[in-house]
């Protein structure tokens, strides 16, 4: 089945400062990859997705790109802010059938004013 | 509406107590799942209710119980659970199973005692 790891488990950044987090993941079947933020106490909502037939998305200050030969997919955070805040989960799954989404372990990203 | 709504948000009960989670969506999604969130970690997939189904059981104890009375509410029946199960448990919903967007419900806080 699929796995995906992700790093750093914790990230802290300086107010506008940029902010990466790395996934990568195993089964080169997946072509979907969603990132979720959760801010504590919060549910977790998706923030951006990308789909295998594109390597970069963007979205304000966030982008996401995919390397599918690496089998690695990244979170860009520009410019952070205070309410960037959270923790983030990247996740993997193949577009067919029943496959659930398989999560990352989550990075803590704190923002420093 | 945009929403997955979940009651209750706390639930505190004894070991030898049944209560029910319950969820509820009118996006007109065909896929709803159950997932547990313990602190500090991602969430982890319990259920999947696929066109009001039973599609997937990642091998959950018998303690926790599922059931889709239709296809805009999802219950998770509670009977004879143990302390570790005190946790976050996060309702989600899709347009179908699979890689697709998940719609989060806020969660339902359980602690068992």
């Known amino acids: 089945g699929e796995n995906v790891e992700q790093h750093p488990s914790t990230l802290s950044v300086q107010e506008g400062d940029s902010a990466v987090i790395k996934c990568t993941y195993s089964?080169?079947?997946?072509?979907?990859f969603p990132w979720y933020k959760q801010e504590l106490g919060k549910r977790p909502q998706l923030i951006i997705d990308?789909?295998?037939?594109?390597g970069e998305k963007k979205d304000q200050r966030i982008a996401v790109t995919l390397n599918k030969t690496a089998k690695h997919f990244s979170l860009h955070i520009t410019e952070t802010q205070p309410e960037d805040s959270a923790v983030y989960f990247c996740?993997?799954?193949?577009?067919?059938?029943?496959?659930?989404?398989?999560f990352g372990k989550g990075t803590r990203l704190s923002v420093i004013a | 509406d945009t929403e997955v709504t979940q009651t209750p948000k706390h639930l505190v009960m004894g070991m030898t107590n049944k209560k029910s989670l319950k969820c509820e969506q009118h996006?007109?999604?065909?896929?709803m799942y159950w997932y547990k969130q313990k602190a500090k970690k991602p969430p982890e997939l319990m259920f999947v209710?696929?066109?009001?189904?039973?599609?997937i059981n990642e091998s959950v104890p018998s303690r926790f119980s599922p059931e889709c009375p239709n296809s805009s509410l999802l219950n998770l029946h509670l009977h004879a659970l143990q302390p570790e199960d005190s946790a976050l448990y996060l309702c989600?919903?899709?347009?179908?199973?699979?890689?697709?967007?998940?719609?989060f419900g806020a969660g339902s806080r359980l602690t068992v005692l």
């Open positions: 989600a919903s899709s347009f179908y199973s699979g890689a697709n967007v998940l719609t």
């Open positions: 089964d080169s079947a997946s072509n979907y």
């Open positions: 990308i789909r295998s037939n594109v």
């Open positions: 996740a993997a799954s193949v577009s067919s059938g029943n496959t659930p989404l398989v």
């Open positions: 996006m007109g999604h065909r896929a």
């Open positions: 209710y696929s066109y009001e189904k039973l599609s």
